[in-house]
């Protein structure tokens, strides 16, 4: 179901290594075809990658500013070293739990006769499409016993698991079975056959999963924000809220994106070379399913009580508040039908806007990179995944320095914050961008303009059309990420205007939970909405088979 | 792919498409700012202010656009803006905002009709803003946890080791600050850095008084260090039956029992200064106090002479607060300082 959004970021960290065989200069920068890519294309892409920098660059700017004994002094006080054992605490601990119970269910779905698999593999992704920071509004106004970390760790683990269980399960899928089969043949038991020939071969995908977790927990500002566990994120948000952008936040981001490049690092190091593709050609077998036989019933409970605590409690603690009206919430004067309706044009809007833009942005850097090859393609290529290690708080942040600075006139601007959200997600789009231009073979082009059509008739009748669902796919899981964004959104959104988003925020952190209801169930119907239609428009092999 | 399933994906493209269209319309007309359309930059409590200026609006039919966030956030946001703020009227929760804004110079005088509206002692010495609503510090104590009897005469008694683990604060909310600007302003820096110092052994820490007073009345930690307005909000919300903690008044003048005051200030910048002073004006009518003393929304003292509070209050007169004027409370920047010296920042 939802497995589009997340499972093409998982491409991002395994792009092709770039082709250094030729030795002029020109050659390496522009690579061994023949064809030079065309300038405009590649300002095209540039300015893309310009957008992603931006923020990056901005924030070191403004951390190296500082001064070295100011930064020293507000670096190594306490505080930091507190934040930085919770941030690493959470983080960790939720990447293993992820990885444990997204594993264990990939597993017990694909490789059992668990009963009900194909309800139990739509239910294990749709925890995706709920933002954390609502899932975690829904457990604190349940109980406040939930805050601190193992409310932390129960909520950000149930929000983060499917990343790992899509990657796992695809994987799954994709393993030849003989490999197993021979283990058994030299007398491995069944834990054995797991531990020593299954889990090896899982790992690209485990911890391409692992990566994206962890990146994300140190991204996320809502869920702990309402949870009152203080992370880095949580805590340059509070320095935000006592000196707009005092040097205390942009020293605090730099540690952040620090903390997110060795995620990065750490990833391709563990990931290595290791190869597990199949060298045999022929057909490969389906893999035998294990009979549960007596587990059937443990692991049938274990699904319920993951499905309970994933989705059931949240969705019914927000029916439950619907149901609350203004008896209970402070504030009945913040829930009226034009208030809801304003707050719904208002995401939607800018879900679309950014949706068009970002894909946009991602065409010409998608383009180059099927079609040409080269140093400076790899690196412009490269560097627009950058955005994806950096948390929203820090590009946020920046965004808004730099507008108060350079780009005055953009201040406070309805297209300043689509800007933000583009680039923010902008590696997201490019690895389904990438992907669907892929798949419109360049001989296709070649016969075309052979027939005398000039290029744009080539782009408007050969290749959009062939690229077309993947496009859509990637506006689409542009505009649901931005629906359900949160930071960003806080920290840009125009004045006067309010998304659904910013409403749960404004609501629950004042712990008007009543009234926050219904806006958590707009958005939350919106987003699982449009993720169904987003199957049913562009089929679930459009995006799969490009990771 | 056959051709009847095609059209059907046609067909909700296409829907789906106008829909973005539309929605994509409805977020631009922000941007054309109609003639007087008031930017008012807001500290306050977003209930409070969505209240006010609907009233403010059908009373006068002058807009108001509103861009809220954290006191202290808006204060510096203006100060990054300088002369190209948008804003004309800031209204924040805590008076030390104001004074900073007003030490920069960025504020014009508010029109004596508004001054004269309150008592003069809440007002800026200067008459660069204006005093609105005022709010108490206290102590929230779970009763089953701790004895009222058994709770110390001073907030600065909480830096004894024998407090710890049984207090809480919220030292990132900015309505935490003004206390300790009571603390600087009565004992001194020392005093203060040492009585801080010893907070940050003794007390959980947490992000907003909301959790604080949501800890303390869960039995998650006997007592709590807020504003008067949280722990009203929690009753309000829970109800008088499942709420588990109480409040207890410091008193006697000591640092804890520090009244903050909400106020509001007219820009020098402001793009619309008339009708900037008019709506101060508002702020402090019998009109609008009244509205937000019965509102079961905002649990701030009105300052109007003559308008009563809302019955869940101790009575205003009853409040025994140190004798500080706001400018003694001074304008945050020592607090931020010492507070990050102590490690609670």
Same mark, same amino acid.
């Given at each position: 179901m939802s497995d589009r959004v997340a499972s093409p970021r998982l491409a991002s960290p395994s792009l092709a290594s770039p082709s250094l065989a030729s030795p002029s200069l020109a050659r390496r920068l522009f690579g061994s075809r023949p064809r030079r890519p065309p300038a405009a294309l590649v300002a095209g892409a540039g300015l893309g990658v310009v957008l992603v920098l931006m923020p990056l660059a901005y924030t070191a700017f403004q951390a190296f500013g500082v001064g070295l004994a100011p930064a020293a002094h507000l670096l190594f006080r306490p505080l930091v070293g507190e934040l930085l054992v919770h941030t690493l605490a959470i983080v960790v601990a939720t990447t293993l739990c992820s990885a444990v119970i997204g594993t264990l269910a990939a597993w017990f779905i694909e490789r059992t006769d668990l009963p009900g698999r194909h309800v139990w593999s739509v239910l294990a992704v749709v925890p995706l499409a709920i933002p954390a920071f609502i899932t975690s509004y829904a457990w604190v106004s349940l109980a406040p016993m939930f805050q601190g970390f193992g409310g932390a760790l129960l909520v950000v683990t149930s929000a983060y698991y499917p990343l790992i269980y899509l990657p796992v399960a695809a994987a799954l899928r994709g393993m030849d079975p003989a490999l197993e089969e021979t283990a058994r043949t030299l007398g491995c038991g069944p834990w054995d056959r797991f531990f020593r020939v299954a889990l090896p071969q899982l790992r690209p995908a485990l911890f391409g999963g692992m990566l994206l977790v962890a990146l994300d927990v140190l991204a996320e500002f809502g869920a702990f924000g309402l949870l009152g566990y203080r992370t880095f994120t949580t805590e340059i948000y509070a320095e935000y809220r006592t000196s707009f952008n005092g040097p205390g936040a942009s020293l605090l981001a730099g540690v952040l994106i620090l903390l997110c490049l060795l995620c990065l690092a750490g990833e391709l190091k563990v990931r290595g070379g290791a190869s597990y593709g199949r060298? /045999?050609? /022929?057909t490969r077998r389906r893999p035998a399913r294990y009979a549960l036989g007596q587990a059937t019933l443990p692991v049938l409970v274990g699904f319920f009580m993951l499905t309970a605590v994933t989705l059931g409690v949240p969705l019914s603690v927000i029916g439950y508040w619907l149901g609350q009206e203004s008896a209970t919430a402070i504030s009945p004067a913040q829930v009226s039908f034009g208030l809801l309706a304003s707050a719904t044009v208002a995401s939607l809007g800018f879900g679309v806007a950014s949706a068009v833009l970002t894909t946009l942005l991602a065409l010409p850097l998608g383009f180059l990179a099927v079609r040409y090859r080269g140093t400076l393609i790899t690196l412009l290529e490269r560097s627009a995944y950058l955005a994806q290690g950096m948390p929203g708080i820090v590009i946020a942040l920046a965004i808004v320095s730099l507008a108060i600075h350079a780009l005055h006139p953009l201040y406070q601007s309805a297209l300043l914050l689509v800007v933000a959200y583009a680039i923010l997600f902008l590696p997201l789009a490019l690895v389904s961008v990438r992907a669907a231009l892929g798949q419109a073979q360049p001989s296709l082009e070649e016969s075309a303009r052979a027939l005398g059509l000039n290029w744009a008739r080539v782009a408007r009748r050969v290749t959009l059309p062939l690229a077309a669902p993947g496009l859509g796919a990637a506006a689409a899981m542009v505009f649901v990420s931005v629906v359900g964004e949160l930071t960003t959104t806080l920290l840009l959104v125009p004045i006067g205007t309010r998304t659904l988003a910013t409403q749960i925020w404004a609501d629950t952190s004042t712990l008007a939970f009543a009234a926050a209801a219904p806006y958590a169930a707009l958005l939350v119907s919106i987003s699982l909405a449009s993720t169904w239609l987003l199957t049913f428009l562009f089929g679930a092999s459009n995006v799969l088979e490009s990771t | 792919m056959r051709p009847q399933r095609r059209s059907g994906r046609a067909v909700l493209l296409g829907l789906l498409s106008a829909v973005g269209l539309l929605a994509f319309a409805g977020i631009w007309p922000v941007a054309s700012a109609e003639a007087e359309t008031l930017t008012l930059y807001s500290g306050q409590h977003e209930q409070t202010v969505d209240l006010l200026v609907a009233d403010f609006e059908k009373e006068t039919g002058i807009k108001v656009r509103v861009h809220s966030g954290e006191g202290p956030e808006v204060a510096n946001q203006i100060l990054a803006e300088g002369a190209d703020s948008p804003a004309d009227v800031y209204f924040t929760e805590n008076s030390p905002e104001l004074m900073l804004l007003e030490e920069k110079g960025l504020l014009a005088k508010v029109s004596a009709a508004a001054l004269a509206s309150?008592?003069?002692?809440?007002?800026s010495p200067g008459g660069y803003w204006l005093a609105v609503l005022a709010r108490e510090s206290v102590l929230a104590y779970n009763p089953a946890m701790i004895g009222a009897d058994q709770l110390p005469p001073s907030m600065l008694d909480f830096a004894d080791p024998a407090w710890k683990g049984k207090i809480a604060i919220a030292p990132s909310d900015a309505d935490f600050l003004p206390a300790v600007a009571a603390v600087v302003a009565l004992k001194g820096k020392d005093a203060t850095l040492q009585w801080l110092q010893g907070l940050k052994r003794n007390a959980q820490i947490f992000d907003d008084d909301e959790a604080v007073v949501a800890a303390v009345d869960r039995g998650a930690v006997a007592t709590g260090l807020i504003n008067n307005y949280y722990w009203d909000r929690l009753e309000i919300q829970q109800g008088a039956a499942a709420t588990h903690s109480k409040l207890y008044h410091f008193g006697h003048g000591d640092p804890g029992a520090v009244v903050n005051v909400s106020g509001a200030a007219v820009l020098k910048s402001a793009p619309y200064p008339t009708a900037a002073q008019r709506f101060l004006v508002y702020l402090v009518s019998q009109r609008a106090q009244e509205l937000l003393a019965g509102s079961k929304v905002n649990f701030e003292y009105p300052l109007r002479p003559g308008v009563k509070p809302? *019955?869940?209050?101790? *009575?205003? %007169? %009853?409040l025994q607060p140190p004798s500080l004027d706001p400018a003694r409370l001074g304008d945050d920047s020592d607090v931020a300082a010492l507070l990050q010296e102590a490690g609670l920042l």
């Open positions: 060298i /045999g050609r /022929g | 309150v008592p003069g002692r809440y007002n809302d *019955p869940m209050l101790k *009575p205003f %007169e %009853e």
